[in-house]
C-alpha cells in the first residue's frame, strides 16, 4: 500500500463526473485532442448548453480543463485525475487478484496431493 | 496462467467479485472453510500474517481473522456463518474491528461446477446501504462510484488503444 493515492473526495468528484455516460463519451473523444464546445456538440443529439452543463461537471472533477485566451476556448482532457481514478481501481483489483492467485497455488498443491477418485472425463 | 477476474457493481448496495478457478468447487470450498487452508491464502496484502485464524465451519458458526501488518499493526474481522451448504453456497457476515464497512457486510459465496474440473466463484459482498458501500472509500476495498468496474475498464482500454 505505497501507492500515492487522491483524497476520497477527489475520487468522489472523479467517479461521479465518471457515472454518466455522455461525459464518458465527451472524455474518449478528448482523448484524441483538444475541440470546441460546438465540435464537441456535433456528434451528440444535444443543445449545445446541455453539453456545456457536462463539460462544466468534469471540468469541477479536474478530469477537462478550457484554455482561456482563444475564444473559440478549446476543452482539452487532463490526464491526472483519471490516472487516479485507474490507480484506485487496480488497486482494488490487484487486492483480489493477488489474494487469488494465492489460492490458485494452493489448489495446484492440493491437486497434486490428492489424486481425486472421479477422475476424469474429458 | 491467471484466470481472468471482474468485479462490478450491483444494485445500490453490492460488489460483486467473480474468478474461475482450475480446481473443482468442493476444493475451493475447503480452501474456504478450513482454517489450515485458510492461512495459506486469505492472508491479506503481501506484508501481511494471520495470526488468529478461527473458522467454526457450520450454520451459526462463528469466523475470525486476524492479520498482522508492517510495523505491527493489527487487522481483525469476523462474523457468523449464516449458510454452509457444502460445496455450493456460503453466506456470512463480517464486521471489520475499525468499522469502515459502515457496519456488517453479508458475504454470499456462491460456487458453480465448470466443465474439466474447474469451477467458478461468485462473491458478493452486501453493504448495510448504499451510503456505506459507496462511503467505504479509506482503504482498497472503496467504493464511491455509480458505474461498473468494466464498464470504466473498457473505457480505458479504448483511450490506451487511441493513443
Not at chain 1, 15 to 32: K, P, V
Not at chain 1, 99 to 116: G, I, N, Q, V, W
Not at chain 2, 133 to 156: H, I, N, S, V, Y
Request: aromatic residues 8%; contains cysteine; charged residues 30%.
Amino acid at each position: 500500500m505505497v501507492m500515492e493515492m487522491a483524497t476520497p473526495e477527489q475520487l468522489d468528484l472523479t467517479f461521479a463526473a465518471l457515472a454518466d455516460q455522455t461525459r464518458r463519451a465527451i472524455l474518449a473523444r478528448l482523448a484524441e485532442g483538444e475541440l470546441s464546445v460546438n465540435e464537441l456538440a456535433e456528434p451528440f443529439e444535444m443543445s449545445q448548453p446541455a453539453i456545456s452543463k457536462h463539460i462544466k461537471v468534469l471540468e469541477n472533477a479536474g478530469l477537462v480543463s478550457r484554455s482561456k485566451d482563444a475564444q473559440r476556448r478549446p476543452v482539452k482532457m487532463e490526464a491526472q485525475p483519471m490516472s487516479e481514478a485507474i490507480a484506485w481501481l487496480e488497486q482494488y483489483r490487484k487486492v483480489w487478484e493477488q489474494t487469488y492467485a494465492r489460492l490458485d497455488t494452493l489448489l495446484a498443491e492440493l491437486k497434486a496431493m490428492t489424486p481425486s477418485p472421479d477422475k476424469k472425463k474429458n | 496462467m491467471a484466470m481472468p477476474l471482474t468485479i462490478a457493481l450491483q444494485g445500490d448496495t453490492e460488489i460483486v467479485v467473480t474468478r474461475e478457478f482450475d480446481a473443482p468447487r468442493e476444493l475451493v470450498w475447503d480452501c474456504w472453510t478450513v482454517p489450515a487452508l485458510i492461512r495459506r491464502w486469505l492472508a491479506g496484502p503481501p506484508g501481511w500474517e494471520m495470526t488468529t485464524c478461527e473458522f467454526d465451519a457450520r450454520v451459526g458458526g462463528k469466523w475470525r481473522f486476524v492479520a498482522k501488518g508492517p510495523g505491527g499493526m493489527e487487522m481483525g474481522h469476523g462474523g457468523v456463518i449464516k449458510v454452509f451448504d457444502r460445496p455450493e453456497r456460503m453466506v456470512s457476515t463480517e464486521i471489520y474491528d475499525w468499522d469502515w464497512t459502515g457496519g456488517e457486510t453479508i458475504n454470499t459465496n456462491e460456487f458453480a461446477e465448470l466443465a474439466g474440473g474447474r469451477s467458478r466463484s461468485t462473491l458478493t459482498i452486501t453493504y448495510s446501504s448504499k451510503e456505506a458501500r459507496d462511503g467505504a472509500r479509506a482503504t482498497p476495498m472503496a467504493e464511491g462510484m455509480e458505474m461498473g468496474f468494466q464498464k470504466l475498464d473498457a473505457l480505458l482500454k479504448e483511450r490506451a488503444a487511441e493513443r
